[in-house]
């Protein structure tokens, strides 16, 4: 297997979760030999074949366990609900480049490269994960990350604006606070992952960024309303709540006019 399109095929329709990891990695090492193909051999299959492991279970929001870090089962459980937006990251990653055909090859190697560094992320999680005495997929998990893909699969500007420009980087606003509590707590370990995930993150959302801009560019349409409206379109509640970070946000490519109208009630 030598085409990127077969590779994002194999890492979204295969369950086993090692393998998804090792093809991950042995794609990006490919592109980096020079060679990976970026021709697309076949168009995509729906975003309903797309298929994921029987564990974790899925549940709503309300249904998660405690997070609160003042113990150590609420350490766990954060950890483990890290753990699963970083494996969701992966299949959102492949499922952009996968499904969205026709975009110069630099989307796609942007998009690898993405898929490549959430791999590792979820890697991380999952050994810091045994060291608290728990493995990926003994607690529930969030069962919400995917509707974004699914609602967005047809219009690669509302993806850019709902996977990288919104959920995200909801990342940015959150990440620093809970760095600084485990600070506080003197926990070196999930500091320096923590802030090895924030590193890469607001790379990633700064890849969002310049591909939505150049859809927008494609498309004829300014970006700045146009995120507002997609945003208004697709978030269930018109908009995210703040407080965002503004830096952070700023160094991924996000407006000022953009985070003006995030920002006001």
């Not at 970006?223 to 952070?248: C, M, V």
Request: with cysteine; proline share 6%; hydrophobic share 40%.
């Amino acid at each position: 297997m030598n085409n990127v399109f077969d590779f994002a095929a194999a890492c979204l329709h295969r369950t086993n979760i090692d393998e998804k990891l090792a093809l991950t990695h042995q794609a990006w090492q490919l592109l980096h030999n020079g060679e990976l193909k970026l021709s697309p051999s076949c168009p995509p299959l729906p975003i309903e074949q797309v298929s994921f492991p029987d564990s974790p279970e899925l549940l709503a929001p309300r249904n998660m366990p405690n997070r609160k870090l003042t113990n150590p089962q609420g350490v766990a459980a954060f950890f483990h609900a890290i753990a699963h937006v970083e494996f969701m990251a992966i299949y959102l990653a492949w499922d952009m480049l996968y499904r969205f055909r026709g975009m110069p090859d630099q989307f796609y190697i942007d998009w690898l490269q993405v898929a490549d560094e959430e791999a590792q992320h979820f890697e991380l999680i999952r050994t810091h994960l045994q060291a608290l005495n728990i493995q990926y997929g003994d607690l529930p998990a969030h069962g919400g990350l995917w509707d974004h893909a699914k609602e967005t699969k047809d219009d690669l500007l509302a993806r850019l604006a709902m996977v990288p420009r919104c959920m995200e980087a909801r990342g940015l606003d959150v990440t620093p606070a809970i760095i600084e509590k485990f600070t506080n707590l003197g926990d070196k370990a999930s500091v320096a992952l923590l802030t090895r995930i924030l590193t890469d993150e607001i790379g990633h959302v700064a890849l969002g960024s310049k591909w939505f801009s150049v859809v927008c560019e494609q498309r004829g349409r300014e970006p700045d309303s146009t995120y507002q409206a997609l945003i208004t379109q697709y978030y269930i509640a018109g908009k995210p709540k703040g407080p965002f970070n503004r830096e952070l946000r700023k160094r991924a490519g996000f407006s000022d006019v953009e985070l003006d109208w995030l920002a006001t009630p």
